[in-house]
């Protein structure tokens, strides 16, 4: 039962898209699938039907105010797929947060009181990589970002791939990397497959690279403002094609290694590399709190809910 995050603190890069569509897909094929809305955007809330004014349980209640998280999680359209809505309370949680005890570990205790319920929980992290984006980090077996391939599309990672390596070494030892996926497609366009090239001999050997791209497709962005995913509202599109063979690599990859989760990459040589590449900043600085570590250690035990 992964807990898988879509983090990338680029904004605009298919994270939402990708997490309400690949659970749906995934729905669709029996597995039971919990998404997390943690961005105080709402986009996965409304992109699934729901008006965030009419959301009175929500992330914000469970991870500020304690509330029992299976109390939070609601049906949606798609059988097999719930979701943990936010509602508008959400964009005050980062300041509320910081001065909780164990602020990091909130969302991995709250859902460890769930988990066993679901083959897959997805969480949609904000752009951005503050509090929220750690909690959902610190909650995941592992991070599936998405890409877009455009110019310096491999510049934008150096943040994201070392605030991982910062988590993996002071909140969540076992954080993964889920897989890159490209998404917004364009194969018409010579930039669009040199990026492709670019990023897949990048990460060979180190990271999966999913086989599967998400094409460009206007049904997956009209399908947010009819409540649905793409996945029922142009159920034969190329977007919904599309991610359902993405929810058979993903099968592929979780189900094929019982027990083992996603494989663990070596990123030391990956992440040095493209600090090379944009000159970025040594490992070891922390990005949220300038130079300080961040407070919680992964020797901090979940707070119970
Ligand atoms: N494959 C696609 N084809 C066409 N439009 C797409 C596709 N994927 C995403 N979009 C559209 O691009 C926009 C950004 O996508 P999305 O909201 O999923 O990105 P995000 O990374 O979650 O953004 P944010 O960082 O703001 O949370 C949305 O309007 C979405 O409908
Ligand atoms: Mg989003």
């Known amino acids: ?56 349980i929500s992330i914000y209640e469970v991870l500020i105010e304690g509330m029992n998280p299976q109390s939070a999680v609601f049906p949606t359209v798609q059988d097999g797929l719930f979701i943990i809505p936010a509602n508008e309370n959400l964009p005050g949680a980062e300041v509320l947060l910081v001065d909780k005890p164990n602020r990091m570990h909130l969302l ?4 460890s009181v769930i988990r066993s319920q679901y083959d897959f929980i997805f969480i949609d992290c904000p752009p951005s990589l ?24 491999l510049e934008g990672l ?38 492709e090239t670019e990023v897949r001999s990048f990460f060979k050997g180190k990271t999966t690279v999913f086989k599967t791209v998400i094409p460009r497709n206007v049904r997956i962005a009209e399908a947010p403002s009819h409540g649905l ?10 977007g919904a094609m599309a991610y359902r063979d993405l929810a058979e690599e993903v099968l592929y990859v979780t189900e094929t290694r019982t027990g083992q989760g996603f494989e663990s990459p070596d990123t030391s040589d990956r992440t040095a590399g493209i600090e090379n590449t944009v000159g970025g900043a040594g490992k070891g600085t922390d990005l949220v709190d300038g130079d300080t570590r961040l407070p919680d250690s992964p020797e901090s035990p979940p707070a119970p809910v």
């Open 130 to 153: 503050g509090i929220l984006t750690l909690n959902g980090l610190t909650a995941s077996d592992s991070v599936l970002i998405t890409l877009q391939p455009e110019f310096l599309a």
């Open 158 to 195: 150096t943040q994201l791939l070392k605030t991982i390596d910062l988590v993996r070494e002071q909140l969540n030892p076992s954080l993964d990397i889920a897989g890159v996926l490209l998404t917004m497609y364009d194969s018409r366009t010579r930039l669009t497959r040199e990026v």
């Open 229 to 238: 995913p793409v996945t029922i509202y142009a159920r034969r599109s190329p």
């Open 108 to 111: 991995a205790a709250a859902l």
């Open 1 to 56: 039962m992964p807990v898988i995050s879509f983090a990338n603190q680029k904004g605009g890069v298919g994270k939402t898209t990708t997490s309400i569509n690949l659970a749906s897909a995934l729905a669709e094929k029996g597995r039971r699938v919990l998404i997390v809305d943690l961005d105080p955007q709402g986009n996965s809330t409304v992109s699934l039907g729901y008006d965030r004014k009419d959301v009175f």
